[in-house]
DNA sequence: GCCGTAAGTTTACGCTGTAAGATGACATAC
DNA sequence: GTATGTCATCTTACAGCGTAAACTTACGGC
């Protein structure tokens, strides 16, 4: 039994362990420890595979942006309407990701998404200026509104009741406006949130239509 | 000469050093040690006025918090925009702030904001379901467009061609509308970016004000 | 003098990323 | 077969982090 059972370590087997750990425990749960021991290796023999940490990271985002297509330059507003919906929910699936983009970690994916974004809005026949500043409007929120998803759905997965856990946050008597919306969000439920991202956009867009 | 030359450490002394050691050096250049050698006490000595380093956060947060007036309740579009504006300005003062605000650290003075919000917007005559939406919309812009334009803006203190080194990190050939896009913010110079975010929020409450 | 209280310091613990060196397995060359 | 080189892995170590616990020092009230 001398030979080791373990299978190799690689890049892949990695990356695909660190976004395993990283989607189920959260950002802050990544260590170079922890991920070698989920491997059943040392910490340092990541090193390896991977040059450091920031190299580890940089990887699993690579993975998130994988999942957003980037909209085909000819395909006018309808594509980049399905394209931000896409990186949208690529955001919800990995949460944490939305973070690294919002400080600034710019990888290649990314910046093909945000040319292919700009491609698509020139295209569309939008002005230069036009374009400069739809840019921005779309990708604040693309970013912005996953983000205040995020941190607004987290909620102790150990509250039995949720209701009562918004009343003791946001009491009426001091919010009464918060918490209706925090009520709106728990009738609705989560299913609906996407919704939302999407009637946000479409305000956008129609916005924006006028404006060609 | 026994006598100490230095002043009592106080909670008011500790945020306001921990805040001037955030704007200059960053979020993550704030440790307990080195913000007591900035004010010439050991780390330890904090833990007297502020109860952990989360509570040292929150406090200067606070005050980047309290740079931002909400709207009153019965000001209309007009003063969701002003409030807009001063919550952005603000984020662009402690550009840390909105990756605090954007990770849900949530703070009293940003529920009253968030309340303050929604209570204009239905005071404003929408309706419960598009005020519902219209805060997300607001929301994310506000947080995201900060959020953007705080990493975009990071090209580092020492360059000196900054035309070449946006040609160097996002080159014509592979990113041409990138590079495009990059040159406007180039040309327009930092004094453009507020009226990028104004133009983003008139968009937004066009759209909001055709809504109601 | 004495005591209580509060502020400041020292020391220590477990955690982090990772540099440096030791160990061992395996392929190639002779 | 043996020597050599290469590479993955592990061990050890270091500086930094937040902070708990114990200690010292200063001061106000009796």
């Given at each position: 039994?001398?030979?080791?059972?373990?299978?190799?370590?690689?890049?892949?087997?990695?990356?695909?362990a660190a976004l395993e750990l990283v989607d189920e425990q959260g950002i802050e749960a990544l260590s170079m420890r922890r991920l070698?021991q989920a491997?059943?290796?040392?910490?340092?023999?990541?090193?390896?595979?991977?040059?450091?940490k920031?190299?580890?990271v940089?990887?699993i985002?690579?993975?998130?942006?994988?999942?957003?297509?980037?909209?085909?330059?000819?395909?006018?507003?309808?594509?980049?309407?399905?394209?931000?919906?896409?990186?949208?929910?690529?955001?919800?699936?990995?949460?944490w990701?939305?973070?690294?983009?919002?400080?600034?970690?710019?990888?290649?994916?990314?910046?093909?998404?945000?040319?292919?974004?700009?491609?698509?809005?020139?295209?569309?026949?939008?002005?230069?200026?036009?374009?400069?500043?739809?840019?921005?409007?779309?990708?604040?929120?693309?970013?912005?509104?996953?983000?205040?998803?995020?941190?607004?759905?987290?909620?102790?997965?150990?509250?039995?009741?949720?209701?009562?856990?918004?009343?003791?946050?946001?009491?009426?008597?001091?919010?009464?406006?918060?918490?209706?919306?925090?009520?709106?969000?728990?009738?609705?439920?989560?299913?609906?949130?996407?919704?939302?991202?999407?009637?946000?956009?479409?305000?956008?867009?129609?916005?924006?239509?006028?404006?060609?």
């Amino acid at each position: 039994m001398a030979t080791t059972r373990r299978k190799p370590l690689s890049r892949e087997r990695i990356l695909a362990a660190a976004l395993e750990l990283v989607d189920e425990q959260g950002i802050e749960a990544l260590s170079m420890r922890r991920l070698g021991q989920a491997l059943g290796y040392e910490a340092m023999s990541l090193y390896n595979h991977v040059s450091n940490k920031d190299d580890l990271v940089d990887g699993i985002l690579d993975l998130v942006l994988a999942e957003m297509e980037p909209p085909p330059p000819d395909g006018g507003l309808p594509a980049i309407r399905s394209s931000a919906v896409a990186a949208h929910e690529a955001l919800k699936r990995h949460p944490w990701a939305a973070h690294l983009l919002a400080s600034g970690r710019i990888r290649p994916a990314r910046l093909r998404y945000m040319d292919a974004l700009l491609a698509c809005l020139r295209g569309t026949g939008f002005s230069a200026e036009t374009t400069y500043h739809a840019y921005h409007v779309l990708d604040a929120h693309i970013v912005g509104f996953s983000l205040w998803q995020t941190t607004h759905g987290s909620i102790p997965d150990d509250i039995e009741d949720v209701g009562a856990f918004v009343d003791r946050m946001v009491p009426t008597s001091t919010f009464p406006h918060l918490h209706e919306h925090a009520m709106q969000h728990l009738a609705d439920g989560p299913h609906q949130d996407i919704p939302a991202f999407e009637y946000g956009l479409d305000l956008l867009l129609e916005s924006l239509e006028r404006l060609r």
